[in-house]
């Protein structure tokens, strides 16, 4: 099986609101694809349609060439980090896996790995409901590990980390790349997916802005390759930020 997501064309409107305007990408095997934009660009909205969440108006979403509701073990063909906190709160880290791994066919053994893959070996049988939302992520993560698959999708998976977490997710996801994987991962924060992501989608209102690697873009901003990739994405997204006052610097 091929280890891509292609999106082509997605348009997706909530009543009035359009949340995709004709989004087009492809996220390739062997290195990190940065997903970015402004609040309400629709980088969560193709999240959710790719993985058969929200289904577009028009356009297609393909995991590994076909789509995700034909999969027929999802879990081993794409892992998926969209809501950290969607967890029953009564069950213990390992129960939750548990329970997911069952769904799937996969065995306990596979459950205790990703655990300690995560960094949550030690507090496998506390309540999901207790943890802090970087631990949430780190459970989150696990799942997503979970069928060993060769596509991964995490939305903001940064959030809450500490810096310790933020090291460790930086190079799990360099790593997850480094074996073939293809890895597409939504962020805010800049400066960490200039450290990781050879690869950048920039979205906008619904439309793709950008959709090339992090050194061409730099390439082609006022201050070249010295330059960061938070000025390219302001130079390009300042027209299309829906609540201005949250990128103005
Ligand atoms: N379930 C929904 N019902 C109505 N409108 C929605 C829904 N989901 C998303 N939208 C709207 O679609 C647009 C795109 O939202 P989306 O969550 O995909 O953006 P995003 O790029 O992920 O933003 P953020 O960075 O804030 O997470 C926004 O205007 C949002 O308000």
Do not use: C
């Given at each position: 099986m091929?280890?891509?997501?292609?999106?082509?064309?997605l348009?997706?409107?909530?009543g009035?609101?359009?949340?995709?305007?004709?989004?087009?990408?492809?996220?390739?095997?062997?290195?990190?694809?940065?997903f970015?934009?402004p609040?309400?660009?629709?980088?969560?909205?193709?999240?959710?349609v790719v993985?058969?969440?929200?289904?577009?108006?028009?356009?297609?979403?393909?995991?590994?060439?076909?789509?995700?509701?034909?999969?027929?073990?999802?879990?081993?063909?794409?892992?998926?980090?969209?809501?950290?906190g969607?967890?029953?709160?009564?069950?213990?880290?390992?129960?939750?896996?548990?329970w997911?791994?069952?769904?799937?066919?996969?065995?306990?053994?596979?459950v205790?790995e990703v655990?300690?893959?995560?960094?949550?070996?030690?507090?496998?049988?506390r309540?999901?409901g207790?943890?802090?939302?970087?631990?949430?992520?780190?459970l989150?993560?696990?799942?997503?590990?979970l069928?060993?698959?060769?596509?991964?999708?995490?939305d903001?998976?940064?959030?809450?980390?500490?810096?310790e977490?933020?090291?460790?997710?930086r190079?799990?996801?360099?790593t997850?790349?480094?074996?073939g994987?293809?890895?597409?991962?939504s962020?805010?924060l800049m400066?960490?997916?200039?450290?990781?992501a050879?690869?950048?989608v920039?979205?906008?209102?619904?439309?793709?802005?950008?959709?090339?690697?992090?050194?061409?873009?730099?390439?082609?901003?006022?201050?070249?390759?010295?330059?960061?990739?938070?000025?390219?994405?302001?130079?390009?997204?300042?027209?299309?930020v829906?609540?201005?006052?949250?990128?103005?610097?």
């Open positions: 091929e280890s891509t997501i292609e999106v082509s064309d348009h997706k409107r909530y009035r609101t359009v949340a995709l305007d004709g989004v087009s990408f492809t996220v390739r095997p062997g290195h990190v694809t940065g970015v934009g609040n309400g660009a629709g980088k969560s909205t193709t999240m959710r993985l058969g969440l929200a289904a577009p108006n028009a356009g297609t979403a393909l995991v590994g060439g076909v789509p995700y509701r034909t999969l027929r073990r999802p879990l081993t063909h794409v892992g998926a980090l969209l809501d950290a969607a967890l029953q709160p009564s069950r213990s880290a390992r129960n939750h896996l548990l997911l791994a069952h769904s799937q066919g996969f065995a306990a053994r596979r205790d655990l300690e893959q995560a960094g949550l070996g030690e507090v496998r049988r309540k999901a207790g943890f802090s939302l970087g631990m949430r992520q780190r989150g993560i696990a799942a997503a590990l069928g060993d698959p060769p596509v991964l999708m995490l903001e998976p940064f959030n809450g980390l500490d810096p977490g933020i090291v460790w997710m190079g799990l996801l360099g997850l790349a480094a074996e994987r293809a890895v597409l991962v962020s805010h400066s960490e997916l200039q450290h990781i050879a690869h950048v920039i979205v906008g209102r619904g439309r793709v802005l950008a959709d090339t690697t992090v050194s061409e873009l730099l390439a082609a901003t006022p201050g070249g390759s010295a330059g960061s990739l938070e000025d390219a994405y302001f130079a390009l997204t300042r027209d299309a829906e609540f201005r006052g949250e990128v103005a610097r």
